[in-house]
């Protein structure tokens, strides 16, 4: 499987398109998410609910991976993604690394996104 090419594909169907649903093709259920100081177990019901959250409060986002890694089942990259249109534009940047088994993502390790693009 071309990792690069999946993680796009998943991007594009699900966030660009703004459409929860399409996790479904994507995410295993129940995926792990780790994150700092914890990790969560979530359903894909659960995952789709935090994605149509994050698209209610980001108008238009727009991500961007930068300096993507793939090495077997593991894709890793520092990401970029804009919300918003015009002078409310606003940039963040953060880390993730997805596990991709047998065609879905079963595990994320994200970093909390922080403001403005990488430098």
Not at 33 to 56: D, P, T
Not at 79 to 103: K, L, M, N, P
Request: hydrophobic content about 40%; glycine content about 8%; overall charge negative.
């Amino acid at each position: 499987m071309d990792l690069h090419a999946f993680i796009q594909e998943y991007t594009d169907a699900v966030y660009h398109a703004g459409d929860p649903e399409a996790a479904a093709r994507y995410i295993a259920d129940p995926c792990i998410r780790h994150e700092h100081g914890h990790q969560q177990v979530m359903s894909l019901a659960e995952n789709k609910k935090r994605i149509a959250s994050f698209l209610a409060s980001a108008t238009n986002a727009r991500f961007s991976y930068i300096a993507p890694l793939a090495e077997g089942e593991f894709y890793a990259a520092a990401y970029q993604f804009t919300v918003g249109a015009g002078d409310a534009e606003q940039t963040f940047s953060g880390i993730e690394i997805f596990r991709v088994q047998h065609g879905k993502i079963t595990e994320t390790w994200n970093t909390a996104a922080g403001r403005g693009p990488w430098g």
